[in-house]
């Protein structure tokens, strides 16, 4: 709807609608999600309980961490739409911003590609699918989880947390879990400000970063 397309919009709300009609229960995975699905839902209303995403520990062992490049670490599906917003927020507004602050950042984009792949600025770099994230984001000092205009299954949010690199989300991004430690902000002079901070500090950035022993704790399948 924001963007237009009326009849597609009205056609994913019916279809929504109908579905909801014909079940009990509901669930979604976090309490914004929640909020917005009864505010354009009401029939959910009674029948929705939120059960946040969850990560698997053994998925996430302990890395040789370095911290030698400027490196910002992006993964996901891109070609989900929040996702691919983000993707193309972060490259428009945030990363040219980042580089008139460092110079000799880089970030490494991993996950399926988007439906159309987004002109690269200088310092960025597509790898596609990775065989290990915690590999790939172990040479990172910041990992990146830009969502805009979606919640529910940004799982790779508590996925980032549990890397060991410094994390900043977009609000949307992060909607799962409070008091994590990760940066949370919608504007992007701010993103850029605080990743070229912690570029600019990584040596002295705690390795792991405190996030991940968090993540690992509270927010498993288990917990």
Not at 13 to 42: F, G, Q, W, Y
Not at 131 to 146: E, G, I, R, W
């Amino acid at each position: 709807a924001v963007h237009g397309r009326d009849a597609a919009a009205s056609h994913e709300k019916a279809l929504l609608d109908a579905a909801i009609a014909r079940v009990d229960v509901c669930s979604t995975c976090s309490d914004t999600e929640t909020t917005r699905l009864v505010t354009m839902h009401p029939s959910a209303a009674g029948k929705v309980f939120t059960a946040p995403l969850g990560i698997d520990p053994s998925e996430w062992p302990t890395r040789e961490y370095s911290r030698t490049s400027p490196r910002v670490a992006l993964f996901g599906s891109w070609n989900w739409e929040p996702n691919a917003r983000g993707l193309e927020w972060f490259l428009a507004d945030v990363w040219p911003k980042v580089r008139s602050l460092r110079v000799d950042a880089e970030a490494k984009i991993a996950g399926v590609p988007p439906d159309e792949i987004p002109r690269l600025p200088s310092g960025v770099e597509f790898v596609g699918r990775v065989a290990d994230l915690a590999t790939f984001t172990a040479n990172a000092t910041v990992v990146a989880v830009p969502v805009i205009g979606g919640v529910g299954a940004p799982m790779k949010f508590a996925e980032a947390l549990a890397s060991g690199s410094s994390v900043c989300a977009t609000s949307d991004g992060a909607n799962a879990f409070a008091d994590t430690g990760a940066f949370v902000a919608d504007d992007p002079q701010r993103w850029a400000a605080w990743i070229a901070a912690r570029l600019e500090n990584r040596f002295a950035e705690p390795i792991p970063a405190a996030t991940r022993a968090r993540a690992l704790e509270l927010f498993t399948w288990d917990r």
